[in-house]
Structure formats: C-alpha cells, structure tokens
C-alpha cells in the first residue's frame, strides 16, 4: 500500500521521475482535490501525488481546496506528506534556488476553509501545533540532502501570506521582524489540516526568488521561473534519494 505522499507546487504539477501506474478522482465531503490522485513508482517505491494548484497549474493558492486535498490524503490510508512549495527568500541563508526544510510557521491567511473542527464535530477540538511539522520526516529530508549534496537550509520559520499577489516591501519588513525567514502562500491551512487529521506532514521548500524589497528592485518573473526550475530539480533529485530511505 501506498504510505507516502507529495503534493507539488508551483513549478512541479507534473513528476518526470514518477512512473505512472494509475489515477483516480476522489470525492471528499469537502469537495473535489485540485486534481485526480497519480499512483506510480518512484524510485522503486509506491507513492501518491496531488499537484496542489491543478493539472495545467490553474487554481491560485486561496482558491486551493485545502480541506479537500490533506481529507483525500488520509481517506487512502497514506500516513506521510512531503509538501512542495516554492518561497520567497528573505534572511540571508535564504537565496534563490536553495531548498528548505521550515520548522515553524506563522499565518497571515484570512478567509480559508482552516479546520474540519469547524463546529459540526460533537467535541470542541483543538490540537497541539507547538512544532507544526513532522520532525522525523524533516530529518529523514535533511539527511537525503546532505546524501545528495544538495546544500539545503534546516530549518526556518515560514510566513504563509494571502497572495495571490507578491506583497509589498514593507510587508516583507514586517514579516522579517516577525521573525519568517521565507514566506508563501500555500503553507496554510495545510500544515494545519495535515495535524488535524494526524498526518505526518513535512515541507520541502524551494526559494524561487528574493521576496519583495530583498533583492531587485522588483521581483522578475523571468528569473523567478529560472531559479524555480533549477529548484525544481534539485527536489527530483532530494525525491529520488529519500524515498528509498523512508518508502
Ligand atoms: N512571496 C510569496 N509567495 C511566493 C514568493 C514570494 O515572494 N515567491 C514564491 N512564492
């Protein structure tokens, strides 16, 4: 049975590395995932995957049904997520192309659907979200890093904004002084959802570019697109090596 999970984001709704077995269309009592669930091996191993925003990358991050993706996850049975997401970088470790593993996040998403302890439960529900993603699975990512020289950063708070626009610098400022190191807008509700429904749930984050006022005086989408692809890679390449190790 399959046990483990990827969503991709920006930059990767489609795994090369991925033998295709089959798909399937979930239903939730939430609603329909961003896309049928791929079946296939990767290196060697059975894995599911979701691309987060759609097949043809069509559904912006608050439109992503959040509830519906993390809800399917669980119904299969599966009991491990490795989230992929492209971020802005904005301390210095955080440069473009580099991959990393957060191990904190603060939530600045407003209007989602964030829980499915929404009031229809018969208990009042609150889980405990004091390390908001799974630790073993962080290490086990780190350390198919390193295998694979792949220079990645441990740990790093990430700030999951509304988007879908890029913020200002002066939100960027704010976010710093909070105390993120990368910021993106789909970690939230997932992270969240994942806890809520016991998923061991960790994140692999790419830095597509510097976030606002860190880097150029705007953000280029051309270059962002560039290093989001060499990113990108470089995740294939952390996939290869870690499924072997935790599949
Ligand atoms: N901000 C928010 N989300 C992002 C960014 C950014 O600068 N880059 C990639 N995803």
């Not at 971020?87 to 904190?104: A, L």
Request: aromatic residues 6%; negative net charge; hydrophobic residues 40%.
């Amino acid at each position: 049975m399959t046990s483990l999970a990827i969503i991709g984001g920006t930059g990767l709704t489609q795994l090369k590395c991925l033998e295709i077995e089959r798909k399937e269309v979930l239903l939730t009592p939430y609603g329909e995932p961003s896309a049928p669930i791929t079946y296939g091996k990767l290196a060697g191993k059975e894995v599911a995957f979701l691309p987060r925003h759609g097949n043809g990358h069509t559904i912006p991050p608050h439109q992503v049904n959040y509830r519906a993706n993390i809800w399917a996850i669980h119904k299969l049975g599966i009991e491990r997520v490795i989230a992929i997401a492209a971020v802005g970088g904005i301390t210095e470790q955080m440069s473009p192309k580099r991959i990393v593993f957060p191990n904190q996040i603060i939530d600045y998403t407003y209007g989602r659907e964030q829980t499915y302890f929404d009031g229809h439960t018969k208990d009042v529900t609150h889980v405990d979200f004091t390390h908001p993603y799974c630790e073993e699975l962080r290490q086990a990512l780190l350390k198919g890093a390193q295998a694979a020289s792949l220079d990645a950063v441990d740990g790093a708070t990430y700030g999951a904004t509304q988007g879908p626009r890029l913020e200002t610098a002066a939100e960027i400022a704010r976010l710093e002084r909070d105390g993120c190191d990368i910021v993106g807008m789909t970690g939230m509700p997932e992270a969240a959802l994942a806890r809520e429904l016991s998923l061991c749930y960790s994140t692999c984050a790419v830095v597509a570019n510097w976030a606002a006022g860190k880097g150029a005086d705007e953000i280029s989408m051309d270059e962002l697109e560039m290093s989001l692809k060499d990113g990108m890679d470089k995740v294939r390449t952390l996939l290869e090596t870690v499924i072997p190790e935790i599949g």
